[in-house]
């Protein structure tokens, strides 16, 4: 006779986005990327983007920067960040990328959202960042009966 | 009775449903799988089934990255159906026992 398990998960639940950019729209270009497309209002437990590979800019005038937060809001999570200072082994979760370790920051933990994790790139001029890999790992749980959270 | 291992595969669970491979669990010889061991689940979100409809980006159980699922049962597992409900792909590991 069949049967099916479904083993706990515990309690949080996990997703992840390992986003590559290359300086296309949506992948940086300046303007908004989407890391994450939430439904409903869910809580973000802990948000913490890893830089994988170094981010680069193009020989643009200006000078591109990074932030990360939900749509109408992109600095929720994370200020303005100069682009090229993001590398490899680094975390990302202040405007000072560090390496080794670091406590999550407040403004990654703990925050109820309704609308979708974004980042945005802005410039002083045309800069855009065209190179470089972040992965985002976030655990959340869902507030509203709908409420979910998948890499975009 | 005791369950061995006997075979494994990666499913890559894209944007229509996907099924275990029916000669992977159901080899030529030998008897088929009595269970199987699926996950944890890496990369994408999914949704399955196990009734013997094709799950949907909306509908079905949702299993999230890391989860794991175990299916008892040579109907079951070949009832088993998912689908990733976004963008991502899921990859789900399975291990067949028989």
Redesign the interface.
Known sequence: MGSIIVPGRGYFRRSTKTFTFDGSAGKGAVGTFTVFTVTGEVLVVALIPYCSTNIGVDAGAGVASMQLGVANATTLFIATTQADTIDASEFWVSNTPTANGIAVPAGLQNIAITQDIQGEVTSTDVQLVNAGVIRFDIYWLPLSSDGNVVAA | MELNAFAFETLTIAGSATTCTSATYQPASGPPASRAILGPLE???IRWR?DGTAPTASVG??M??????????????NKFQAIR????SGSLPVTYER
């Open positions: 990369a994408g979100q196990a159980h949702l999230e990255v890391g989860d794991p699922l175990i299916l008892e049962g040579l109907v079951t597992i409900t976004g963008a991502v």
